[in-house]
């Protein structure tokens, strides 16, 4: 199977229709060999580099043989490789011919992609963050304790409820441009996805039809598939932080694909891509 | 009044995990022996609803629950007050609110009757 990303790549709900139903955590649905074809792909956001790495490694999982094949536009591969995608993907067995693209230092990449998969490992990327907000002295001081809390709610949230056979990965970006400045945390993992998630919850179990209703509905104070009367904040508290003037939050799990801003009703929609797990990315203009 | 020196305690800039609000569990029951209990955040430059929720029932398991009058006080917090702090506290049954320093306070919640 070759999947031929989109030259803009925003993010997998942007991808073909033919590979939507090719679910990586089905085995019946892998095919031997899976090559994600990034060749002429010109511009790249965050949430579509996670599923960069999450459908590779989630095919690899079946026992499918994985490649990426890298862009030939020398600054998304340079960018790509500054990531860490590279790396993440190379280590775990995934084929990718790098040759002559030579990573970069970039300051603006607050955190490189990390993987994680105990809560202790999110604490120590978050206090890594910490430093490295601190240390580059991007945006406002005043929002770095927010960056690393967002990146942290939503990492913990990948430990303790999406069951993911690949763990999580997660970034966080500076970005620059003449549209203005924000942090960007970016947060992916293979699991089982929110509406599974809460389907644990049997009081839940009938109120999520659907991805998009589930996902909504776990933006609610206090609602997790454990069901405990004192979780459920984490979610929650992110959404809640979101809704400020300029921020965003989006997040995609399964074929439902919900966006949070400053107003109070979230925005909710199907994909036709589908997101094999879930992914949250938080922007946060400073 | 005791206080405890999160930084001092735990060594880390970004407090996370229940895991590490668990690990002061000791220092956390010998303060909350005094008529205050501080929790003092200098230092520390990000904390999550999750340890804030582990502290509290460390505390709580200690005291049995928030004595009356309670006085709990996070100071120098990392962050504002926000509404995700807040539904730590809803949870609880405790009030957190900001005091003009920035500092937060917990108290009982004032029991509600059904209507």
């Known amino acids: 199977m070759n999947i031929r990303v989109p030259k803009q790549f925003w993010h997998a709900g942007a991808l073909s229709a033919k590979f939507a139903s090719r679910d990586p955590r089905m085995p019946s649905s892998m095919p031997d060999r899976v090559v994600v074809d990034m060749r002429e792909c010109s511009f790249v956001r965050p949430a579509a580099v996670l599923w960069c790495a999450v459908y590779p490694l989630l095919a690899l999982t079946q026992g499918a043989r994985c490649e990426l094949l890298v862009p030939e536009d020398m600054g998304v591969a340079v960018y790509l490789k500054s990531t860490e995608l590279f790396r993440v993907l190379q280590d775990a067995g995934v084929t990718v011919d790098d040759r002559g693209v030579q990573g970069k230092a970039d300051p603006q990449l607050i955190l490189p992609m990390a993987r994680f998969r105990s809560e202790e490992e999110v604490e120590n990327l978050a206090n890594l963050a910490v430093e490295s907000l601190r240390r580059a002295g991007l945006g406002s001081a005043n929002l770095h304790p927010l960056v690393s809390e967002v990146f942290a709610e939503l990492a913990l949230n990948v430990v303790q409820h999406s069951e993911s056979p690949i763990g999580g990965f997660g970034f966080i970006q500076f970005y620059g441009t003449q549209q203005g400045r924000r942090f960007v945390c970016a947060v992916a993992d293979g699991g089982i996805g929110i509406r599974r998630s809460l389907e644990r919850n049997p009081d839940l179990r009938e109120q999520v039809p659907y991805d998009w209703v589930a996902i909504q509905l776990a933006l609610r104070e206090r609602i997790s598939g454990t069901g405990s009367a004192t979780r459920g904040i984490g979610l929650y508290g992110v959404a809640e932080d979101m809704r400020r003037a300029g921020r965003q939050l989006i997040i995609h799990s399964g074929i439902g694909m919900v966006e949070t801003t400053e107003e109070l009703e979230s925005r909710a929609t199907r994909t036709k891509g589908l997101f094999p797990g879930t992914l949250a990315y938080a922007s946060i203009p400073t | ?115």
């Open chain 2, 1 to 115: 009044m005791g206080t405890v020196k999160m930084y001092e305690a735990l060594g880390k800039r970004a407090l996370i995990t229940r895991a590490s609000a668990g690990a002061i569990k000791q220092a956390l029951a010998e303060a909350s022996e005094d008529e205050e209990l501080v929790l003092d955040f200098s230092g520390v430059e990000a904390v999550t609803p999750s340890f804030v929720d582990e502290a509290l029932a460390v505390i709580e398991d200690g005291l049995g629950r928030i004595r009356k009058p309670p006085r709990l006080i996070f100071l120098h917090p990392p962050t504002r007050l926000s509404s995700k702090f807040a539904a730590v506290g809803r949870a609880r049954q405790l009030d957190i609110t900001e005091a003009v320093d920035g500092s937060w306070i917990v108290s009982s919640a004032p029991e509600r009757s059904g209507g």
